[in-house]
């Protein structure tokens, strides 16, 4: 038996999943749009707070940990000097 359909398989899997991430999001936009903060901004917190605990729990190397702080300072750094540029 071949399995030469399994990566059709996975890449329509994988877009489905895409479209599915992207119709979330703008979901998302739409009741932030129509509630007030008071409303949204809570849950929005519940939800970003447990995705962080979440991946604290994930044992990683330290390679990664080392990669993923290289990528949080060139982000400030990058809104550092985006800040500074808009106070111009």
Known sequence: M???NVP???DGKHEKNRQQRIEAVKHWVEYIKSEPPEKWGPQQNT?????LEAAQ?????????????DVAREIAD???NSDESSEK
């Open 78 to 80: 990058a809104q550092d």
């Open 47 to 51: 939800v970003v707070n447990d995705q």
């Open 2 to 4: 071949s399995d030469s």
């Open 8 to 10: 059709d398989f996975l």
């Open 57 to 69: 729990s994930v044992p990683t190397s330290a390679s990664h940990q080392q990669h993923v702080k």
